[in-house]
């Protein structure tokens, strides 16, 4: 089996050290998630194990011939060649292994011929598991599911994006098939199809990982063992993402306790110095305590450890019916995004608009947030509307000439000014980091202090497009719980996994060859959906040695046992819509009831209430209803009796 060790590892800028005594395995079996702080060395660690920085010390072990493939986080830089080809370059190791085996044929009636065959051997089956042969069919199955369509496959690189960049380069990467791969934060720049696909690929994927990712879903479904890099020392945790925050956090509790403790103990040291100080009979008693508070090694709750907290201010009141689309249309020249789209954006409700890249997410929001109104049928305000909208662009409202403090200071209300260090600290600005002016601000600083200004701003609807893009996971977690326990309405478009399964009360799916889809509650009927549709691509795209053989069967023995684990959630929750529609029936029987008696229909202001909550209870029963056959659909998908 092919290794990669890595044995007391130092490497330090100037006065500062980066990385101190890290060691760490890696095999073909490896799926290892690399954890850390923002701005930690993460980077640097994969920087280094590939080469790219010299180490000051360290040793290293590999099997001979290993190949290591790495996708950096930033800095792509392709060829000037088509999609296809620069996908193609990945074969090139495999090329040379096709050309040496020819050349051995024509040497087997020489010398070493039992030697020489057996190495012809050894290079066919290996060019067989990578379907060397069939290597046109790979190529563009792994295009395809990293969201290319064949249209693309000719076009220059240099005619797409940083992100659809970093997809090319991804896309070389899996063709070379590597023994080990290390991936610095794969899906900033996927839609969610393609991050569905990247996972089941990888979860087949027959070799050594390493990854870095701030999704946790992601992670949770790809890695067994987390390192956490913390002040250049690296830990290691067993079991998936998930399982490390809890060892984690039993971690914390156990620190605070022992805090507490010595706390207490402090507390009474000093207690008795204070007390006995000035008695001469005391001296040394008081001069012992002294010395073993100056010698005692004060326990400190890691800043990366700490639990970040955010709340909205509280969600002026709104209508139930929060915003009203009818028929809109959009077009870019001959390009449709949208025909004739009509929904309602409820109180209370978590809309979020998933789809491939260009399909017109964002246009939404922006329609949404009458930031564009070109556009043909209506957008509705309901009664009392006020919104919050964030978006890449956001950062522009910013005053260059202000401090980071000041910018914040500029939108909060007063009863916020108190803890707005602490709240930008939750955003990643610490120290003195809150002097800094704007003007000076990376892109990604300027994107999270324009969120916050949106988040401290009174609304009542918050439309957010990719709020998490430059949060690490303690802040995203940060983010998800305030916005979990805001009052108002929240449509949003993300790519984080995570952040959609724990946060979405529905789903708008917009696909550039089909009309939108809604999916009312449930992610992971969502997921499940999207691979069914991609289910060819992962069968197909064959990543390793093993998943020739074995992709399809894990594929369907996976498939077979979320579709049972999702027909348990749906019924569960439709027999649950049921008892409520029953409830709100009672209800509405009891009114009729009362409306019936002759004290109650001759007095007008009780009838008219009456009316009122009648109509609601009917609206509420048809909603529930809609939701209910919406569910038992889903349920007779699944093949659920």
């Not at 207690?271 to 012992?288: C, L, M, N």
């Not at 008892?579 to 008696?597: K, N, P, Y």
């Not at 008219?608 to 009917?618: C, F, I």
Request: hydrophobic share 35%; with cysteine; proline share 2%.
């Amino acid at each position: 089996m092919v290794t990669l060790q890595i044995q007391n590892l130092n490497l330090s800028f100037g006065e500062r050290d980066i990385l101190s005594d890290v060691s760490f395995t890696l095999d073909g079996h490896s799926r290892a998630a690399l954890a850390g702080a923002n701005g930690c060395g993460k980077t640097t660690l994969l920087k280094v194990v590939t080469g790219q920085i010299a180490a000051d010390s360290m040793t290293l072990s590999k099997t001979k011939g290993i190949c290591i493939s790495y996708l950096p986080q930033s800095d792509i830089v392709l060829p000037d060649k088509t999609v296809y080809d620069i996908a193609e370059e990945g074969y090139e190791r495999f090329r040379l292994l096709h050309e040496e085996a020819e050349r051995l044929r024509g040497e087997l009636d020489e010398a070493n011929y039992e030697a020489k065959l057996g190495r012809v051997n050894e290079i066919e089956e290996k060019l067989e598991e990578v379907a060397y042969e069939r290597r046109r069919g790979r190529i563009e199955q792994i295009l395809q599911g990293l969201g290319f369509h064949r249209g693309d496959f000719t076009r220059p690189a240099r005619e797409f994006s940083g992100g659809y960049q970093m997809r090319i380069a991804l896309s070389r990467i899996l063709v070379e098939d590597p023994d080990i791969l290390l991936l610095d934060e794969p899906t900033n720049y996927l839609d969610i199809e393609a991050i569905v696909w990247l996972k089941a690929y990888l979860k087949a994927f027959d070799g050594g990982l390493m990854l870095v990712s701030h999704d946790v879903d992601f992670l949770d479904d790809t890695v067994d063992t987390v390192y956490e890099l913390f002040k250049g020392r690296l830990t290691r945790y067993s079991g998936n993402y998930t399982s490390y925050l809890r060892q984690r956090e039993a971690q914390i509790e156990e620190l605070k306790r022992r805090w507490e403790a010595q706390q207490d103990e402090i507390e009474k040291t000093e207690r008795f110095i204070e007390r006995f100080r000035y008695k001469a009979t005391k001296a040394r008693q008081v001069q012992s305590r002294v010395t073993a508070l100056e010698k005692m090694e004060r326990i400190e709750i890691p800043e990366h450890l700490r639990k970040l907290s955010f709340s909205f201010p509280p969600a002026p009141h709104s209508g139930n019916d929060v915003l009203i689309v009818e028929h809109l249309a959009k077009a870019y020249g001959e390009h449709v995004i949208f025909r004739d789209l009509s929904f309602i954006v409820r109180k209370g409700e978590r809309l979020a608009i998933a789809g491939r890249n260009g399909t017109g997410k964002s246009t939404l929001l922006r329609l949404m947030a009458g930031v564009d109104a070109d556009h043909g049928g209506t957008i509705r305000d309901g009664a009392g509307l006020r919104r919050g909208y964030y978006a890449q662009e956001s950062e522009k409202t910013l005053d260059p000439a202000n401090t980071v403090l000041q910018e914040v200071e500029s939108i909060a209300d007063t009863r916020d000014i108190p803890r707005l260090r602490k709240l930008l600290g939750s955003f990643l600005f610490q120290g003195d980091d809150v002097d800094k002016r704007v003007s000076v601000l990376s892109g990604g600083e300027k994107s999270r202090l324009a969120l916050l200004k949106i988040l401290l701003h009174p609304a009542n609807l918050l439309l957010l497009d990719e709020p998490t893009n430059h949060l690490d996971i303690n802040a995203k977690d940060m983010l998800l719980e305030a916005v979990k326990a805001y009052d108002g309405t929240v449509v949003f478009v993300s790519h984080d996994t995570h952040f959609i399964k724990n946060l979405a009360t529905r789903i708008l799916y917009l696909s550039d060859d089909d009309q939108p889809v809604f999916f009312e509650g449930d992610y992971d009927y969502f997921e499940y959906k999207l691979e069914e549709k991609e289910k060819a691509y992962i069968s197909k795209a064959e990543p390793g040695r093993r998943e020739a053989k074995v992709s399809a069967t894990a594929i369907d023995h996976r498939a077979q046992k979320e579709r049972r684990n999702l027909a348990q959630k749906l019924k569960k929750e439709a027999d649950a819509t049921l008892a409520t529609v029953a409830s709100l029936e009672d209800r509405i029987r009891d009114i009729d009831s009362q409306m019936a008696l002759p004290e109650v229909y001759s007095d007008g202001a009780r009838i008219s209430t009456l009316v009122k909550d009648k109509e609601s209870l009917e609206a509420q029963v048809e909603e529930l209803n809609e939701k209910w056959f919406e569910l038992s659909t889903q349920l007779e998908e699944l093949g659920d009796d």
